[in-house]
Every structure is written in structure tokens, then in C-alpha cells.
T-cell receptor, first 111, second 111 residues
């Protein structure tokens, strides 16, 4: 029973274009959401987060959008760069300091 | 500033053997976590701690034990290793209980 779903295992985008990574969740108790980036043979690195009281959070080239009614969030990367090529994990928490992770989406940015 | 340090990076364990994965952080974070990541899957929480002397089970605790005698260290003990425990193990720490900093991981193979 996956509470956090990333339905696209992979995504290819041209350098300079927008990358959109999607995440759906089923647990309406989740009150904060995070995106992590992971390179091979390294641990995940925190990228950006959003609280359930917001619908958008921006940090440089990265923007996360939250649609609570649809239980959907997305990460936009603009413009995409080759160094953004990595696996991106969506994670959600419900106030208990435990995160539930999706399976990840592998982003490839083509020069 | 080392962040979260995990040892060893790689290990091969025989079925039935025991071992301890070490994790230490130098950021004075109260929250610490152990996750495992199986191929093609997201991270699953094994155990977590909200402070020295306090630990609690996560989603997949069976076959593991933890202790938290100091703020810095959070070792994970595997007793009677089984092939199903072949995985990559990540330790993480957090100041707020939301954004977490991960170590580089321990790749464990049980044969």
C-alpha cells in the first residue's frame, strides 16, 4: 500500500527546458512534503519542502507546487541543467518525524 | 564539518552472522534515523530516535535493533542476518524532524 507514489520511473529533458516531476499521495494526514535528490553511490540530499498550508514554494530554479484537493505535488526545475541528472524522491510526513518516500524518478537532462 | 558519517561503506555478511552499522553526526541534531533502500524502491524507515535514550520503531524494524546512548551516535544492529536484509542502509539526522541530512550509505550483502 503505497502512500506516496511517483508514477514515472524516468524522465528525459533537454538542457534549458523545464523538468516537471510528479508525486501523488493518499494519506490526507500528511502535513509536509519534501523533495530529495540522489546521485549514484551517495545519500539523498534535501532539495526543497512545502507545508500543507502553502500551495507553492520557490528556491532558485526549483519550485514545488502542492494541490491538496488532488493530493498531488510537483517539482519544477527551470532551466534544467545536466548536473540536475539524478534520482528525485518525493517524501511526505505527518507530524511524527517519520517520512514516507516514493520510489523515485530518474531525471536525465540531455545537453 | 563531516555531517553524517556511516561505516562501513560496503560489507558482505554470511547468513546467521551479526554486525553493527555505525552512524555518527557532528551537527548536534536530536533526530536520527535509519532507512533501507532496496533496488527500485523508495527508502523505508527502520528505526528512529528523537533524542539520546529514546528510540522507536519505523515501518520495517524486524531483524534490527538500535541504541542511542549519545546525541552523536546511532548504531544499527543486525542479528542473525538473512538474505532479505541485503540492501543499502542510510543513516540520517535532523534538527527539526523535517529536513534530514543523510550519510553516504552502507551497501550490505548477505550471502
Amino acid at each position: 500500500d503505497q502512500q506516496v507514489k511517483q508514477n514515472s520511473p524516468s524522465l528525459s529533458v533537454q538542457e534549458g527546458r523545464i523538468s516537471i516531476l510528479n508525486c501523488d499521495y493518499t494519506n490526507s494526514m500528511f502535513d509536509y512534503f519534501l523533495w530529495y535528490k540522489k546521485y549514484p553511490a551517495e545519500g539523498p540530499t534535501f532539495l526543497i519542502s512545502i507545508s500543507s498550508i502553502k500551495d507553492k514554494n520557490e528556491d532558485g530554479r526549483f519550485t514545488v507546487f502542492l494541490n491538496k484537493s488532488a493530493k498531488h505535488l510537483s517539482l519544477h526545475i527551470v532551466p534544467s541543467q545536466p548536473g540536475d541528472s539524478a534520482v528525485y524522491f518525493c517524501a511526505a510526513g505527518a507530524g511524527s518525524y517519520q517520512l514516507t518516500f516514493g520510489k523515485g524518478t530518474k531525471l536525465s537532462v540531455i545537453p | 564539518n563531516a555531517g553524517v558519517t556511516q561505516t562501513p561503506k560496503f560489507h558482505i555478511l554470511k547468513i546467521g552472522q551479526s554486525m553493527t552499522l555505525q552512524c555518527t553526526q557532528d551537527m548536534n541534531h536530536n533526530y536520527m534515523y535509519w532507512y533501507r533502500q532496496d533496488p527500485g524502491m523508495g527508502l523505508k524507515l527502520i528505526y528512529y530516535s528523537v533524542g539520546a535514550g529514546i528510540t522507536d520503531k519505523g515501518e520495517v524494524p524486524n531483524g534490527y535493533n538500535v541504541s542511542r546512548s549519545t546525541t552523536e551516535d546511532f548504531p544499527l544492529r543486525l542479528e542473525l542476518a538473512a538474505p532479505s536484509q541485503t540492501s543499502v542502509y542510510f543513516c540520517a539526522s535532523s534538527y527539526s524532524g523535517v529536513e534530514a541530512f543523510f550519510g553516504q550509505g552502507t551497501r550490505l550483502t548477505v550471502v
